[in-house]
């Protein structure tokens, strides 16, 4: 995967990187109900888009879609202007999602948690149990931490390699201050590297000078 | 996928109830047996072979249902889809970690079922041989009815109405195996045809289990 340079706001106000992430005429019916059709945007490396909009507009379902996880009715879901169908074990590589739910298993510890994905998509754990504040919490089975533990250890999964393409759903659900700020460096830090983040939110997320894309 | 598989193996080793509820469901179903047709033991070695294929199939079925729906319904599932992972390596990796955490302990109590169907005991080396290739074929047909029933309502009971079907040559060769030795007869060709019947279900079941859960 290419890690691009610094984002520099100067270079993309020019056009001169290309949008990475793009969607043609995206359309997704869900239980014969079309939920959105005719949806194009477009994400350059560095940049982080707001999906927006109320309960039932359909920011969780193109968050799906954009993982590969939903088929959509029409259109298309582009990455360096190729079909991300094409080749979704590559798309999943270059992917991290970030659903409503947690993932974890009650019987298994954070660190556990974390050594198995990391073995699925490279990175270290321990460092990841760090950057979310988690290191004391490591050796306790999951199902004794609380929701906003709970949410950390599936946030924690986003420090783990350098996957280009973030896709959260209500990220900051449950958590505190403290660890808000945890997830704006973990942001920062992530879109410094050229990364996107598609984030749905209905709260206030520490992403400066996002886009704002209304469903 | 061998992270998956030994995940897996961690999982079910934290929880060993489950695995342990199926071995004790085949020991159990085994020894109705001897109270429903009486205690003597020519007429309980005549049913032994279907028995214990059966007992055996029923009790590899109780853990299928929650092999793909816990990771559904814990979000799992989602994470692993986007793995960069095959869907079918997902399947296989599934099925493999179902047979070891379910067919192997099967493996281990079915001298004790055998015993308890008064199986002369020179078919017990045919019949657990039988027994490990029906296994390992019901794992591979369940992990497929698994991916397919998920999502749907009650598929937990769609699930074995799926399955059971497609092991009816599974039981007839098991059991013909099982018979044969008990009989002094050669159970050889019954074990090639489980073997042929596994090594046709061997590629083709996870690859119809990974596009079912990808269209999930």
Known sequence: ???????????????ILEAVLATEGLAIRRGGRVVFSGLSLRARPGEALLLLGPNGAGKSTLLRALAGLLRPAAGRVLWEGEDVADDSAAHGTRTRYLGHQDAIKPALTPREDLAFWARLRGGEPEAALAALGLSALAGLPCRSLSAGQRRRLALARLALGDAPLWLLDEPTLGLDTASVARLGALLAAHRARGGIVLAATHLPLPLPDAREVAL | MIAVFLRELRLALRHPAEALAAVLFFVIVCALFPFGVGPSPDALARLAPGALVTAALLAA??????????????????????????????????????????????????????????????AWGVAILALGLSSLILSLLGTLGAALTLGARRGGVLLPLLVLPLAVPVVIFAAGAIEAAAGGAEARPFLLLLGAFLAGALPLAPLAAGAALREG
Do not use: C
């Open chain 1, 1 to 15: 995967m290419a890690v691009l340079p610094g984002p520099g706001a100067g270079l993309f106000s020019q056009g």
């Open chain 2, 61 to 122: 079925l109780l853990p299928l249902d929650r092999l793909f729906a816990a990771e559904a319904e814990d979000g799992s599932l989602d994470l692993l889809l986007t793995a960069g992972l095959p869907p079918a390596g997902l399947a296989a990796a599934k099925a493999a970690a179902h047979w070891a955490v379910t067919g192997l302990p099967l493996l281990l109590a079915a001298p004790v079922s055998a015993a308890l169907l008064a199986l002369p005991t020179d």
